[in-house]
Structure formats: C-alpha cells, structure tokens
C-alpha cells in the first residue's frame, strides 16, 4: 500500500527529517493527519482511576509541542462507557504503555522491551473496538487491540481471550462472538478490560468520525461466509470461523477467571 509510505515521507517533509518522526507522542500522528483540533488523553494513577487531558500540538511544525490540559480524573468505568462511545463513532483510538513490565523476553527494533506476555513497553497500539458482550451466561467487557508490528509471535498479547487461550473450551458463544482465528498471528487480538488496565498506562482518542471502517474491526468481522462485505474477496483477509480449541488442560480454573469478570 503506497500511500503509507507517501504519507510518512510527508509527514518527514514536516517536521524536517525522519529522524523527527521516530518515537514521537501517540497522538501527534492523529493531530497532524486529521483536522481533529485536539485529542483526548487518559492516563492510568491507579486500577480504578484514570485523569483526563485535551491534548493538543501547540506548534504544528514542532513533534515535541505537545500540550496536555488537565481535564479531571474519571474512574475506570466511566474511561470504559468512553471508550464504548467512541467506538460506536467510529473515532481513532490508541492505547500504550510505560509500566514495568513483569519479564523481559526480548526488544524491539527501536529497543522496546517485550515482555513475556506479548505487550511491548513504550510501544503505540491501535484500538480496534471496545464493546460488551453477552455470552456463555455472563457479561463480558472486551478491547479489541492491534500492535502495528503485524506477524511477530512474540510481540502480540498470549494471555486471556488471546487465540491460543486455554480457556476458549469453556466459552463457546464467546468464542464465536469474537471470531476467533486460532492459527493467526496477525498482530490483532483481544483482551478483558480488567487485563487491559493491567498492562496498559494509557489511551487516547482522536474524536472525529471517521468515513470509512477501520480496517482491523472489518478483517475481524469476516468468516468465509462473508469475504465481500466492504472489502473484496481476498485471502489475507479472510478469517476462519471454526469451534473452540479443545485443551485438557487441568490447571485451566474457570471459576476464577469468571470471579474476574
């Protein structure tokens, strides 16, 4: 797809070199490419409250302009009802980290630490969708995330709701809800909200409707059945809708994980 690289020797143009486009704040992308005026930042104090800012570029030449305005705090409930919002709006949404994370198994290109579980410190993620689920006889609140990394097995998130998830046997519906591709490392994936706040600092979100899908929301819609809804029939878009992954796995303790819920 050319037009990425067209917009990124764009954006170089702009700030004056490449080397001002690396590693620059999240949401500077989506300042300078949309006419959004400001995003919306929320940043994690603790596993229930989160503090607001409008955050905005005070020069637009300038990467490191950045502004964050204090909003007030929200609880982490009230960021979720958020999030739902500006998914049904079709808003750009972001999402990184800057906690420590719990084992280091390798770096990234630019030195970003990976940690055990998939989730790369320092490191911008894609938002996908953040919706609620009825299934399998509970609520589920479920964040779908995309590390623009794409196929690296060990950079994309292996624990709950991920697609080798021991646990899929016990949730069926849900399993079919999200249409899980056992097989796929694809840099997409899903998680619980409860694990999203653990591992993820945190979010922001361009709010300004967007014209078109995004695209990981509709590869994530489709099954064989329904390759040209949006977009044509391509086979790297395709996903395959199949039951759950069947684990004796003994140390799998459903119980807990639906206390978590």
Known sequence: EIWV???EKAIAKWFGSYIQIQGAYTMV???????VGYCRSFNQQNFTTYTEYKTELLDARNRDSVKLNVVGNLSSDSVWYELENADKQNYVMAAWTTKDIPQQ????SSGEAIASDGIVKNHAY????????????YIFRCIQVRNPWGANPNAEWNGQLSDQWHGWCHLP???????????????MFWMLWCDFKIRFSDIGIAPKNM????????????TNDNTNILLPANKKFKKQFTSPISYNDVNFDINSFLNQL
């Open 126 to 137: 894609s938002i996908i969708s953040a919706k609620t689920y009825i299934c399998d006889g």
């Open 105 to 108: 198994i390798g770096v990234g």
């Open 29 to 35: 992308p989506f300042l300078i490419l949309t006419d």
């Open 173 to 187: 519906q849900l399993y079919n809800t999200l249409n899980i591709k056992s097989s796929s490392v694809d840099g």
């Open 5 to 7: 690289l067209l917009a």
């Open 211 to 222: 014209k078109t899908p995004k695209i990981g929301h509709i590869e994530s819609l489709m």
